[in-house]
């Protein structure tokens, strides 16, 4: 197998693992307070399962042969990825203040990142789809 085929597979994994690790450490939401679990706490471990998921998708999509099951298992960490970024603030509400981590930082790298997973998983199922079998 060509190393070439297998980039928007590495870039979805490489997304992924970005969503797993980041949301937990740099991007991460509000931290406990007096506490107080706030619900943004609970959108964080929501993305951080997901992105777990996505990277256990991705890896699987690299390391698995048959084009047929690739393009399965990237739609759906295409449809992992689009839940993933409806987490913060939609599935999960997060703080209502700009100033708060959740809303300044944790929401819009989710958001980011998940939308770039989502199209290179659709993207990379799409190439699958469209290869011949050899």
């Keep these: 197998m060509k190393l070439k085929r297998l980039i928007p597979e590495i870039i979805l994994f490489i997304f992924s693992l970005l969503i797993c690790i980041g949301s937990f450490t740099f991007f991460s939401a509000c931290q406990v307070h007096d506490d107080t679990i706030m619900a943004c706490h609970w959108a964080q471990n929501a993305v951080t399962a997901l992105g777990a998921l996505l990277s256990v998708i991705s890896l699987a999509a690299i390391v698995i042969p048959d084009r047929k099951i690739k393009a399965g298992l990237e739609l759906s960490a295409t449809l992992t990825a689009v839940l993933t970024a ?49």
């Design 86 to 134: 409806l987490i913060p603030g939609i599935v999960i509400n997060v703080c209502m203040m700009n100033s708060m981590r959740c809303v300044s930082t944790f929401r819009p790298f989710t958001i980011l990142f998940a939308s770039l997973a989502a199209v290179a998983a659709l993207l990379s199922a799409v190439l699958n789809l469209k290869r011949k079998e050899k």
